[in-house]
């Protein structure tokens, strides 16, 4: 029986449900559902400009040439992130099909599910009490329930297979730094240089920079170095070098160390010179983000401070706390600021909040219990904004899909008003039943949303109508050109075969082939038909697709042109 306690009819469901969350079963039953969730978007949300498009197009480049050591856009050297998310992506596509958009985004599901394992473990070892693996249950459904952690583990990137990996950094500094008096397995250093290594390999410095984080806040608040020597820096970094150098260096080789100049100068230094492709915001803006990143668990957030002194004092909450802190201090300064920044701290939130949810409630009229109001209020403010813009964009962009699009968003205002409802609830009563429905319906809401709503907005999946465009002419065309609108999805879409021009280099590939096809945006219209007016080419537009381009913020016309025969 899946559910065994459902035979003590002596049991409130309240108590039901408690007791099944001790179970491991809870475990695999929370991933089980969240697997099946994320694959239905796998298959029903398109790619995704811009970031999602270039790396699947770089990986599926990697599958069709064989080059496992330089990374490719088209033709363009694509410096941005290490080479092991692309070869994570080139495997799964290699198995499952080069031309399925899902094949590159089942890495991110993998690493969506081992954080939400990692972390129910994790729990365990930080928290160890009869009432861990409650507590470790409700840290991953905190996790599955926001909004970031879905997406991640929708798009085919790096952000979701990172914060797995950080995760398995963190848990062996943890277990290192917790015993640190005991003589230490190798396994404990070995696997936590592994899993830095990983992460380097994955997306660079970000993994090193939760590890620096973390261990200078630990340092600071103990006044104590003495633990760090149980890292076994030399043969750690012995093991970092073996992972992550022959890579480098065959990269290096490669490109004559382009690709090295290219990713630290015009990649990382820019983004920490300065916001890059007008991404930059002031300091505060990732605090002001995470009552709606983190929604609906953020309701809950306000109940950290119940920790009080035993957030320095204790060495589990102190370890959560420089994590969480020290890493927020460090993305608040850069001035790029893009949402997924935020992912590496919310474990530590997320084991922060579950903690302090066993903590008693201040009085009524206190600060405290005041300050535990006010974060409802703000997440429930910040729940009805995600409604609100969900509602707008459905009717916005929903085009001929509209109508699936505006079904998802009622359903995700249901799914809202219940989360509102039991929170109220939870606020009279702190029953566990509440807290489970308040972030499953969380998991539900920001699936709909993903699935249901973003999926369908017609207007903003271009790629797909240009592919359909193309397979309804009746003359078949030998090749495609892109004038004026570049993007990756549409590369991605088309292939690597298409060329990207510019609208005097479209209408001469028509007069040398003419049996090609360009694709012209409007904004580049009219030099392209100065330019095959001068040439005295007879053209006819032979299909149009209309739609908005969310990476530049604004709606484009796209009008495709072959030679009159």
Known sequence: MLFPWMKHNNLNWHQAIAQF???????????AIMAGFVLITHQT??????????????SRQMVETGDVITIRFLDELRAKKPAGIYWLQASSAALFGIDDVASYRLPSLLGF???LTLTYFFTRSLFPSPAAPLHGLLAGLMLASGPLLQAEALLAKTDSLLLATILCQQIMLWRIYRDSELKLPASHWGAFWIALSASILLKGPIGPL??????????????NLSWLKRLCWGRGLLIVGLITLPWGVAVTIATDGAFLKTAISADFLA????GQESHGAPFGTYFLLMFLMFFPASAFLCFVPLLGKSLFTDKASKFCLVWLVGYWFVIECVPTKL????????PALALLTSLALTRSLPAAGQKMARLIDAGYIVAALSGILLCGALFWVAIKYGGITGGRAFVSVLLVFMLAGLILWR????RAGRKIGDLVIILGAGAVLHFMAIGGVIAHLDSVHLAPHISSSIAQLEQKPSLIALAGYHEPSAVFALGRDVLLLTADEAALLLAEAKDALVIVEDGSLPNFLKIADELALRIHEVARVDGFNHSRGQDVSLRFFQVLR
């Open 21 to 31: 969350m001790m179970s491991r079963r809870a475990l695999w039953l929370l991933l």
């Open 113 to 115: 599910l081992a954080t």
């Open 210 to 223: 939760v590890l620096v984080v973390t261990i200078v806040g630990l340092c600071v608040i103990d006044r």
């Open 271 to 274: 983004k920490v010179q300065s």
């Open 423 to 426: 929170l109220w609830l939870w």
């Open 339 to 346: 949402p997924h920044y935020i992912l590496p701290l919310l």
């Open 45 to 58: 949300v398109p790619m995704l400009d811009r970031d999602e498009a270039r790396f699947s197009q770089a």
